[in-house]
């Protein structure tokens, strides 16, 4: 291994928990497989020393990229932070020949993220990956920090700058906003080996296990889960059974909905088919329930098209069928790979109840066509991008 690293910069990173853990767990590895080190400027609040001795990281940041989103007023204050963080811990922590990833770049802080871009890229001999996150920039009044990102970066080099989001329709979206003036893709790839290993495990005997997984929000149908429970299970009996988690304390939830999540949790408690862990869960627990599991539940409500998910996603990878919603770019993907998939058409738990007995009827079918499916998902690699970036563009 050279003297040469990945920097990654990651805001988001508190626990040993869900997609910032995840994401920044492959890169580890990726980085390793690509000859170079790993480093992790992480949030304040990071306390896990595993963490901390896996992923390089030291903990920084007084603010996680998703704060002050649901406030008018704090953009450009957070993004004002961020800048002088980076001066203050970043700058001072990169050496000639490391590659700089900023992971998931929300609205406060990708006018940040361009200005150090900006100052730094063109007097030193590093690269760079900024990895803009699809959730906001479709949403107008959070649209202004990333064009003045895309501002700043236009002019550099892009083969020491790679600019990615999290589909290839984002990275449409992205380039409209942009003008067509830098190159802007679809994201690698990027997964942890267990991820990797799981999906050529074989699939356990027994009821067909349904899950559905990660960190609860209203638009990701958290509410509706309990009583997709009950109507699958009074459909489907002890056919089937349910490895639900549901961890209401990640975002804000309305008082009613709040009342109402907090009903189905006791009902799900109740219930012999449901699994439930309430609360988060590390990364065993993550795909320990994944790798039992036999359908994966995207129960998506949002009006968003383009939104995806990284369950649904590390799903096609690990050739599992989902049930999914319909006309958007979930649907869209599992069509083009021929993955096991069944859409539902309303935000409503009958609607994806009903689309979740079809796919227990037809899970022999289903499952075929994932696993064929999961061969062809096919991407570069995030390896194969860091050792082009470290053969061509930074010095040896």
Known sequence: ?????????????RTRTGHHYHFDLSVAEQAEEAGLGMRLLAHAGLSDRLVKAEL??????????????????????????FAAAFAEFLTPSVADGDIVLFHSIAPTMAMAVGEWLAASLPHRPIGAIAVCNLGYFQHPELVPPYRRFLDLVADLDPGRLKVWTENAAAAEVLAALDGGRTP??????????????????????????????????????THLLAAIAREVGAALGDRVAF????????????????????????????????????????????????ERSRL???????????????????????????????????????????????????GTAASVAAATIRAVEDITALEAASEAARHRLKHRSLTETLTEMGKSTLPR
């Not at 291994?1 to 990173?13: E, I, N, Q």
């Not at 704060?67 to 932070?81: K, Q």
């Not at 893709?185 to 999906?199: G, H, M, S, Y």
Request: net charge negative; glycine share 10%.
């Open 243 to 290: 490895a639900y988690q549901v961890n209401p304390d990640y975002a804000h939830w309305p008082e009613s909905m709040l009342a109402w999540l907090e009903v189905g949790v006791a009902a799900m408690r109740d219930d012999p088919r449901v699994d439930l862990l309430v609360g988060e869960a590390d990364s065993d627990q993550y795909y320990d329930r994944l």
């Open 184 to 221: 802007i893709t679809a994201l690698p790839l990027i997964f942890p080996r267990r991820l990797l290993d799981l999906a050529s495990r074989p699939r356990r005997p027994g009821p067909v296990v349904i899950c559905s997984q990660g960190h609860s929000r209203v638009e990701k149908g």
């Open 296 to 346: 994966v539940l995207v129960p998506y409500i949002t009006k968003s098209p383009e939104v995806s998910s990284g369950l649904f996603m590390e799903a096609l990878t690990a050739g599992r069928p989902t049930i999914i919603p319909a006309g958007g770019f979930m649907e869209r993907e599992a069509r083009r790979l021929g993955a096991g998939h069944v859409c539902f058409t309303e």
């Open 56 to 81: 390089g990281a030291r903990p920084v940041f007084q603010f996680s990229p998703y704060d002050g989103l649901d406030r008018a007023g704090v953009l450009e204050p957070i993004n004002t932070y």
């Open 1 to 13: 291994m050279t003297g040469r690293k990945v920097l990654v910069v990651d805001p988001g990173l």
